[in-house]
């Protein structure tokens, strides 16, 4: 079983739809979780960092984090085209170590106009 | 503000071939870099780890190596590619604890 899960899609929405990207994981020891969106052939960027559990919000985007279930999600109100995009969820149980970094593979996204 | 360098955007080199890709950081100083390779169904692994001048850590054995010659120059090589080394390479920093990971723009290696 691999670390972090998470379905590669490809995932199509029509533009306003509202969408839901999953990961799970099954270390229990995971503290920081982060989604990175990546266009395609660019480097990942970050969108959403969130601690421990819990909701943290950032304009059409919300990041939530279900310790308990070792499940996180991201959500986006009214998509847009550009949204179309690869999302990446990344975690990790140490502070300040990137290189303890776990990613999931991807969920390709698609938002049509 | 700080910007990541990466070169060149697409490579296509023959099996047995050298390999040399670029990265360089501006507007920052003594920057942790990171090279990483993406493959499809793979997801981001990470390749190469540096905290300073000459200090690389190899995650993952393999036929490729890293340098940091300068503070802000990290170089991925090879002496002989293999057919497994194609990818998406991408370069990436941080500065010391921030948990944000800048990543630039990317390689893509095609070996044939």
């Known amino acids: 079983q691999k670390e972090v899960e998470q379905d590669p899609g490809p995932l199509s929405v029509p533009e306003g739809a509202i969408v839901s990207l999953n990961c799970t994981y099954s270390n229990s020891a995971f503290q920081y979780f982060m989604w990175y969106r990546q266009y395609s052939r660019k480097g990942p960027e970050l969108l959403m960092y969130t601690y421990s559990s819990g909701n943290k919000e950032d304009g059409r985007f919300t990041a939530q984090v279900d310790k308990s279930s070792k499940y996180i999600s991201l959500f986006i109100r009214d998509s847009q085209p550009s949204d179309s995009a690869t999302y990446l969820c990344?975690?990790?149980?140490?502070?300040?170590?990137?290189?303890?970094?776990?990613w999931g593979l991807g969920t390709s996204l698609a938002v049509n106009p | 503000s700080q910007t990541i360098h990466q070169w060149p955007a697409t490579l296509v080199q023959p099996v047995g071939s050298p390999l040399s890709l670029e990265c360089t950081v501006e507007?920052?100083?003594?920057?942790?870099l990171y090279w990483y390779r993406q493959a499809a169904g793979r997801g981001l692994q990470l390749l190469f780890y540096s905290i300073g001048i000459d200090q690389i850590s190899s995650e993952v054995p393999q036929n490729l190596s890293a340098s940091r010659p300068q503070d802000r120059q990290f170089i991925l090589s090879s002496k002989k590619l293999l057919l497994s080394d194609s990818g998406f390479y991408l370069c990436?920093?941080?500065?010391?604890?921030?948990?944000?990971?800048?990543f630039g723009s990317g390689t893509q290696l095609s070996v044939l």
């Open positions: 507007g920052t100083s003594n920057p942790n």
């Open positions: 990436a920093w941080t500065k010391g604890h921030n948990e944000k990971l800048f």
């Open positions: 990344a975690m990790r149980h140490n502070a300040g170590n990137n290189r303890k970094l776990i």
